[in-house]
């Protein structure tokens, strides 16, 4: 770990730099850094364990990419994905969802996979492992299909709508938002498939012995984004999730939905980062609530590491031609702090 604190650290460090420019080599796939829990994340079972050779961890995490006739914007991020990656190499990546527009993909076989996914992140060798947005939903058969690639895919993982995994000292859960904030997507059979995540979360989290719990999903609790209320928050994603968030003491939820980047303030030991800056059309924050740190109009993503003391986020996005890396750390915020923003 880079920043030594004592805790979720914090301060914000803006530094600006001149355009990258550089090249991925498309063609030759790295092996994986860390090694791959897909096959036993499909298998079904106790949380895998992502080996790693040392006792921190580094993940890249970005949401709402993948637009069909404008990959400049993706290729371009993508491109500082790697760029970062080059010097600070990742263990794993996750994606928050919208990983396909408008509608997903219907097949696994679809040319857009080699085009949109294969050739800009299977290059970095790590398991990217993704979760489901509203617009993969749009075409009935992109879950499926989605779920499906896992098992040709060097890099994508998707092996089930949710699920949860370990590295290092950080245990990560995936969650499926979109039929919850949209209850007619909801297709379980003799119980809503909805309420049984749930349960299953609560379960997990009550598990887990993991220094670091971080869960992520497609739509945030907390955003000042236009998907947002007049209140700044989602309501039926906040009535479900942060309720089993706050009892187990989780540490982060992250999340796409709103096209930008944004730290919130914390409530109850939980922490809300937005990362939906992967590629789609980047879009101006609309309130200014509880915000500690936000960049709209600007593409970008987040960086997590950590170890047994430390969970550090840096962002790093381009914005106006130029590049730029906000920093979070090294000092600032305990594990399990709050704030009084929201309170009456």
């Not at 076989?109 to 949109?116: I, K």
């Not at 906040?238 to 968030?245: C, G, K």
């Not at 789609?280 to 200014?288: C, G, L, P, Y």
């Amino acid at each position: 770990m880079r920043h030594r604190s004592a805790a979720l650290a914090l301060l914000l460090v803006l530094a600006a730099c001149d355009r990258v420019t550089f090249d991925v080599d498309r063609d030759a796939p790295m092996a994986p850094v860390s090694g791959d829990v897909c096959p036993a994340l499909q298998a079904g079972g106790p949380p895998p364990a992502v080996p790693l050779s040392h006792g921190s961890v580094r993940a890249v995490a970005f949401g709402d990419f993948g637009t069909e006739g404008d990959d400049w914007s993706q290729e371009r991020l993508a491109r500082a994905i790697a760029a970062y990656g080059a010097d600070h190499p990742y263990d794993l990546g996750l994606t928050l969802g919208d990983n396909f527009y408008p509608r997903g993909l219907n097949s696994v076989d679809d040319p857009r996979w080699e085009r949109q996914w294969e050739n800009f992140y299977t290059p970095l060798g790590i398991r990217f492992y993704a979760v489901l947005g509203n617009h993969d939903y749009d075409d009935p058969k992109s879950p499926a299909a989605e779920i499906a690639r896992s098992r040709q895919s060097p890099s994508w993982c998707l092996p089930r709508p949710w699920y949860t995994f370990t590295a290092g000292p950080v245990q990560f859960f995936a969650v499926d938002t979109t039929p919850v904030d949209q209850p007619a997507r909801d297709v379980g059979a003799a119980m809503p498939a909805m309420a049984a995540q749930r349960q299953w979360l609560d379960r997990a989290l009550a598990a887990s012995r993991a220094k670091w719990k971080v869960v992520y999903g497609h739509h945030p609790i907390y955003s000042n984004g236009p998907h947002a209320s007049p209140q700044g928050d989602l309501p039926k994603i906040r009535e479900y999730l942060l309720p089993v968030l706050v009892r187990h003491g989780v540490d982060l939820y992250l999340a796409g939905h709103d096209h930008d980047l944004q730290v919130l303030e914390p409530e109850s030991g939980v922490h809300f980062v937005v990362s939906g800056g992967g590629g789609r059309d980047v879009r101006r924050f609309t309130q200014d609530r509880c915000r500690r740190w936000g960049m709209d109009l600007a593409y970008g993503f987040t960086v997590l590491e950590a170890d047994e003391a430390n969970l550090t986020l840096t962002f790093v996005g381009l914005g106006d031609s130029r590049p730029y890396r906000v920093l979070w750390g090294p000092a600032g915020m305990r594990k399990g702090e709050d704030s009084a923003c929201r309170r009456p």
